[in-house]
């Protein structure tokens, strides 16, 4: 064996040097130092004004040392844990998994094709779906319910996710009485709140306000959390040429300022609370003004934000899979491809937005099924070549000889499926077989496997008596959000 020799090199893509992380981080810090940040929550002011922040109102100004210290304190992995324990994540350097977003305002409807408002039982058939794709790792609702009161439509979401899924949830959630819902939901499910610390069912999901803001109920829901041993991510823009000058640096600057803030308030008010940053600092739309998910700069952005995590040894959550198409089409198919390749080979943590449509408008469970398939296909290109004596195979290649063939070499057959990748949707036969099995677009074989999905695949149960906790708990929060 050679020294120092591994025999796999994953492949990797990466936007910025060492030294240029290193500017923007610099940068960061004085952004924060010298123009400041604000925070709209009390206690949050509170913790950096004692820890050596100057405080004006709610304008903070925050010194390099603040930052510095509490990077320390935040840790560097943490598990996230699924109904089924198989499903876990471990949240680590350059392991990379990939789930639907949340909150669109639309969905196509799985059966009938319209686009229609989200409502009740969408997110139960996100999850399902979710859970039979072998490529999709955690779970988010990919919905917001017109159908409920405004704020517990994430708590239904929530309710419908747990009972459709063995695999890890990213929940939101308006305030901290509707987070409490939704922990008390996963304590119903984990049996009790030491089996919940011990092995969190979900993670909270936050977004800050850009540029360079802290909302109230997003810092008070984060210490919420934390408190109650569930992991925080927190993700923000700014999108570029809106909320930020129109360079890259300067949304990255402006994207790293607010991250680490929202960092260092968390870990002030709960030491060595896990946390995952994330950014989408997306361009915006010379002609319209809207964020484009679809852009190249969006992808660039991105994957420099997990660059400068990985500087920083944090955790990240980027974004792939989402596309500005309003129909599975080409377009659909050319922007999720080019995000999905993007995202992996940055090594973003945990990537979420798969199967947004419309830039983050409609949820579809039919571009969440192509995607499932772009996902196994970067997959495979990820794991890399692995190169030793046993995959060399010089004593096969002798044995078989000049003008030889392997197909019939029991060594070499036995790896053709760890070797090649075997595609589930896309198409790969001669003309004359298409056209036998039915000249199939690939449209129709994504929404074929979307309905077997829906109509055969079975979600782990909920353990006896849950079910009824569930109701209750949802029947306690719509009393009491009645009465607000």
Partial sequence: MLSNYADRQTPQFRVLSDRQ????????????????????????????????????????FIPPH???????LAPRTFTLWGRDHQHSLQIAPDRVYFGPGPTCTYVYDPITGERRKARRGDAANTARVCDALENIDFLMSLSIFDDVHPMLSPVYEFAEMIANSGKPIVAWANDPATL????????????NEVSLRKKPLFAYFANYESPLRHGEKQIANMIWAAEHGVPVIYLGGPTVGLESPVTGASALTLYLAAALSGLAILQLKRRGAPIMIGGLPSAMDLRTARPAYGSPE????????ADLARYLGLPFMGTAGASESKLIDAQAGVEISIQILMAALSGAGMVHDVGFLDCADIGSLQLLVLADEVISM???ITRGLEVNAHTIMLDLIEKVGPAGHFMAEPESVALCRSEIWVPRLLDRN????????????????????LQKILATHKPPELPEGVEQKIRAILEVAEQREAKN
């Fill in 66 to 72: 603040i930052i510095q210290e509490t990077l320390v």
């Fill in 430 to 449: 001669a003309y004359v077989i298409w056209e036998q099995m039915g000249s199939k677009p690939t449209y129709q074989r994504v929404n074929e496997r």
């Fill in 21 to 60: 992380c290193q500017e923007l981080y610099l940068a960061a810090l004085e952004c924060l130092n010298r123009i400041g940040v604000i925070v709209n929550h009390d206690g949050a002011c509170r913790a950096l004004a004692a820890a050596g922040a100057r405080v004006e109102g709610n304008h903070v």
């Fill in 378 to 380: 970067v997959k495979r």
């Fill in 180 to 191: 409490e819902d939704i922990y008390q939901i996963a304590v119903a499910v984990a049996g």
């Fill in 298 to 305: 969006m992808n660039l952005h991105t994957a420099a934000a």
